[in-house]
């Protein structure tokens, strides 16, 4: 791991960007160098600190080592630095279903469709909270146009077509799952 984390390093200093923030921090978690990926985000966030990628990315290694208020901030952070950027509510999203708080979560993806409101992640995102919430018709009508707007998604058709089989009883709908 450590060559290829310094070979990581390397490609960052040369070109710092995203995809090279991402590749040094996923390899980083690989070795299992918590604590190095969080002070190499930190470090990137002092130089930038409207870095909503780098508070994503912060935020689940503070869930790796156990610190969910410090990920709960890091999370809000990257909504409050790019509102129109779906990571961060994405990750706050799932953060609030990870603890549980279904109706927290609604109200960060609708926060999310507010700034951008055609985005799919996020209203797979919300059909599949509406789903857990119980809210089976809800997450049935969102999955239905979701399938519209991208009828290759095995995903979607997937979520849909089980949701249909067991909460619809009825011919049509036991059909149209299948």
Known sequence: YNESISIREKTYAATPG???????????????QFDKAETFLQTVLKSDPANAEAYVMLGSIQLQKNAPDQALKSFRSAVEQKPKD???YRA??????REKNNDEA???????LQQQPDNFTLHNALAGVLALK?????????FESLLKQQ???MDVANNLASLLSEHHTDKASLEHAY
Not at 92 to 97: G, N, Q, S
Not at 134 to 142: M, R, V
């Open 86 to 88: 779906v990571n961060g």
């Open 151 to 153: 009828p290759g998604s």
């Open 92 to 97: 706050l999203a799932d953060f609030y279903v």
């Open 106 to 112: 609604l109200k960060i993806i609708r926060a999310g």
């Open 18 to 32: 995203v995809r090279s923030m991402v590749a040094l921090v996923n390899e980083f978690v690989r070795a299992q």
């Open 134 to 142: 119980g809210d089976y018709e809800s997450a049935i009508a969102e």
